[in-house]
């Protein structure tokens, strides 16, 4: 997986609670995303990130925050979990100017 | 939002056969496509990236080509064979933001033995 790691890989939540999920590289690739995965929709773009503390906004952003405060560490934060966040997050790095991203295994979250 | 369209959705295919399905984006502020094998279980990979009109890419029995100016690009198989199986997605990037890919829904390709 391209020396991307996601933490938890699978997580099960009560509704109302807060989550954390990380990713960390050691490519040290620029670029930095989280994706959802649902049936029907592919992949969608939640948050990425353009450098240390450079963040911005993807199509289905709401109710989720992001961080970058390392190069090689990019955290997504449910405040508060609902149960339509219930998805398969996978986690990107991309270096080149192409674009050509390389994704970590994934993270499954149920919140119940 | 960028509209990325893939057709069919799903696709059955004899092995030994070959087969083709599309991707379709917006024309207009393009700057890439992409294609990705995305095996149930395991993540996507990247299989090509293209920018220009006309561009021809082929890895193996593989093979993609992409016209900018009507907004398609086909992704071929030839004489598929059971590890084929997989979604295969396309990402178009505009050329403002090429850093940020919008996937279609994906072609789930099964190839049956």
Redesign the interface.
Known sequence: ?AGITQSPRHKVTETGTPVTLRCHQTENHR?MYW?RQDP??????IH?S?GVKDTDK??VSDGYSVSRSKTEDFLLTLESATSSQTSVY?CAI?ED??????????TRLSVL | ILNVEQSPQSLHVQEGDSTNFTCSFPSSNFYALHWYRWETAKSPEALFVMTLNGDEKKKGRISATLNTKEGYSYLYIKGSQPEDSATYLCASSPLQGAQKLVFGQGTRLTINP
Do not use: P, T
């Open positions: 997986d670029y994706y029907g929709h592919g992949l969608r773009l990425y353009y993807g199509e996978f991309s100017r192409l674009g050509i991203q390389y994704f970590g295994a994934g």
